[in-house]
């Protein structure tokens, strides 16, 4: 009896150290989408500056990084039409500014007209991100506009799909024309968003002065007055209309009333500073308007919705444009 006890303590041991079967090793996991969604993360980097101009845009980086410490994840890169869409990725970002009730309201894109050619051969575009390893997404689109005017809180977050579409119509690809991408599940990641603060230290308004007559033609001058006020708490320069980066502009929204054209716009615009708090006109009355004008005619009796906007020179390729809110020009017979 005591001859046999090691061998039995032995057996015990050994069944307790070696169990019966294996697990799989995680990095050996059948690939699925919630496994991609978890491993990879779209991570938005923000511009040092929060805080923009009412008529500017945000603008936000992005990158792919993975986070699995085993896997490595075949991604495709960018390319032309990926920022629309028409292929693979589909990287775009997305935009919602917060009310006064808190609520937060998608916002629409700016729209803009592009070229139908694009860069469909996406499947050379595969690399594989290794673990801990990120994927910066730059230089290759024009990342979501959007036309921010009001102040108040925005934020952006960015967007990265992989549908394997083969074109603009958006229907995936046979597996066997993916390439290196055969196999992989389709997926998407959000990242978490960024917000700015909007502020509007340039508030344009418009007034109506007159109507137009079906037929007449009018000066736009005397029928809408422009005004600039210095919202911020520093001194700002304005400057009325002209060829170095201030300007008006005055569009209908109906055929209503004729295309107008400025005339004898000066090479150079006058200047002025205004203190935080003061009004100034830009167009339509007083000393500083300028001088350029042009006719405006009225073609059918009714009223027509009109916006005016501002135009701000910058020191970057960026465009400054604050729209004041709308007005109705009323065009009788």
């Not at 673990?131 to 910066?136: N, V």
């Not at 001058?221 to 919202?231: D, K, M, R, Y």
């Not at 830009?282 to 009223?303: E, I, M, N, Q, Y």
């Amino acid at each position: 009896m005591r001859a046999a006890l090691p061998a039995v303590v032995f057996t015990a041991v050994f069944a307790v150290l070696a169990p019966a079967s294996q697990p799989k090793a995680a990095a050996d996991a059948p690939l699925t989408k919630e496994l991609i969604e978890t491993d990879l993360k779209l991570v938005a980097i923000p511009p040092k500056e929060r805080v923009i101009e009412a008529g500017t845009q945000a603008h936000i980086g992005l990158k792919l990084v993975n986070t699995s410490k085993t896997r490595t994840h075949k991604v495709v890169k960018p390319g032309d039409g990926s920022e629309c869409g028409w292929r693979d990725p589909w990287v775009r970002v997305a935009g919602e500014q917060r009310g006064v009730d808190g609520a937060w309201t998608a916002l629409k894109p700016l729209v803009y007209s592009r070229c139908g050619l694009f860069d469909h051969d996406w499947p050379k575009d595969v690399v594989e991100l290794k673990p801990g390893a990120e994927l910066a997404l730059t230089n290759w689109y024009s990342p979501g506009r959007f036309d921010f005017q009001f102040p108040g809180t925005v934020r952006l977050s960015g967007h990265y799909e992989f549908r394997a579409v083969g074109g603009k119509g958006g229907q995936p690809r046979p597996d066997a024309e993916r390439g290196a991408m055969a196999g992989v599940p389709l997926f998407a990641l959000r990242s978490e968003p960024v917000e700015f603060e909007v502020v509007r230290s340039f508030d344009v308004r418009a007034k109506v002065k007159k109507a137009l007559k079906v037929g007449a033609e009018t000066k736009a001058s005397e029928v809408i007055e422009i005004t600039v006020t210095n919202n911020s708490k520093k001194r700002l320069t304005v400057g009325n209309v002209g060829q170095n980066g201030y300007g008006v502009g005055i569009a209908a929204y109906s055929e209503s009333v004729s295309t107008l054209a400025f005339k004898d716009v000066p090479v150079y615009s006058a200047t002025r500073t205004i203190e935080p708090g003061e009004t100034i006109t830009v167009f339509g009355g007083g000393d500083f308007a300028s001088k350029a004008d042009g006719p405006w005619k009225g073609l059918k009796a009714g009223t027509v919705r009109v916006r005016v906007s501002y135009s701000i020179p910058t020191n970057s390729s960026g465009s400054h444009v604050v729209h004041a809110p709308d007005v109705e020009v009323k065009v009788d017979e």
